[in-house]
């Protein structure tokens, strides 16, 4: 069982009466669910994750102390706390204070802050472009099993719709970097005999390849770990996984070097007939910089596509 599976059978079978049975008052102020960091929030869990942070075991999200007071929090740690220590073979870890950092109850606004670094997670614009697609991949993906307020299940619709003119500021950075890196200096590093280089080149053009894509798809990209077990879930360009793959894990001799510069052209060509379906660029050749600009003259505030370029980067 996949640990979200696990975490809401445990709230369904023990976390749901307690609250129901102890805390009625506190229902239409609270939610339940599990969401942000570690694989179990994306469904990416497996054996080897459950060496560490997996238990059975849920987050209790709590409006702040002006709604809800400290005394009303400590009683819902401890009943959460007595929940059995067990459930489908699974241990809860002896953590304090209660349910650690990723379980049990956490303040919403805490929360928000440590994800989005605005307590309410309302971004403005300069945030919107520079906050960690990862943070706001961990904000908004997992679960709420159950939400009295909406509150929490709003902030998370908001913040996984990201404004079109920050998508294309980044895009436009990510595209450049592809640029430089792959199509530019990729090989100008092999014909000086820079192979670490030339492999320096290909990881920053694969970085903002993948960067690239989840924004074509309109996705977070997640924590570097999980990039590509999630590009391989993508509605769009999933097929470059391997490719991409190849890249990363192959040498720069003489035999491989001509193959993956061919390849890194491909992967262009492919990325920029995504942004033409899209309507991202105007421009009409194979030179990734040209589309970088093109899409960032797409971007309809003035402050926004006036910003350097590489300003997402």
């Not at 669910?33 to 929030?41: I, N, R």
């Not at 990416?44 to 059975?56: A, G, K, L, T, V």
């Not at 490719?243 to 890194?264: H, P, R, S, V, W």
């Amino acid at each position: 069982m996949k640990g979200l599976e696990l975490a809401k059978a445990y709230y369904e079978n023990f976390g749901k009466s307690m609250l129901e049975a102890d805390f009625a008052d506190l229902l239409p102020l609270i939610a339940v669910g599990l969401c942000g960091s570690g694989s179990e929030c994306y469904g990416y869990d497996d054996e080897i994750s459950e060496d560490h942070d997996f238990e059975p075991g849920f987050c209790i999200f709590l409006p702040g102390e002006d709604v809800v007071d400290r005394k009303a929090a400590f009683q819902l740690e401890r009943a959460y706390a007595k929940l059995p220590k067990e459930f489908m073979g699974h241990k809860r870890q002896s953590v304090s204070p209660v349910g650690g950092s990723r379980h049990g109850v956490i303040r919403i606004n805490e929360f928000l802050k440590d994800k989005t670094g605005r307590e309410d997670g309302k971004l403005d614009i300069d945030q919107w472009l520079l906050i960690p697609e990862y943070a706001l991949s961990e904000v908004t993906n997992g679960g709420i099993f159950f939400d009295g307020s909406g509150k929490i299940t709003k902030i998370r619709e908001y913040l996984s719709d990201m404004p079109e003119d920050a998508r294309k500021k980044r895009l436009a950075g990510a595209l450049i970097v592809m640029a430089q890196s792959g199509q530019y200096n990729y090989m100008r590093c092999i014909k000086h005999g820079e192979t670490a280089a030339a492999q320096l080149a290909v990881f920053e053009f694969t970085k903002a390849a993948l960067n690239a894509v989840f924004l074509l798809n309109k996705r977070y990209m997640p924590y570097y770990k999980w990039s590509f077990k999630a590009l391989r879930e993508l509605p769009l360009l999933s097929s470059l996984s391997e490719t991409l793959e190849f890249l990363l894990t192959t040498e720069n001799n003489a035999d491989l070097a001509e193959t993956k510069y061919y390849i890194i052209e491909d992967i262009a060509s492919t990325v920029i007939s995504a942004l033409q379906d899209q309507g991202l660029t105007e421009a009409i050749c194979g030179d990734l910089e040209k589309h970088a600009y093109s899409v960032n003259d797409g971007i309809k505030d003035q402050y926004v596509r006036n910003l350097n370029i590489f300003h997402t980067v």
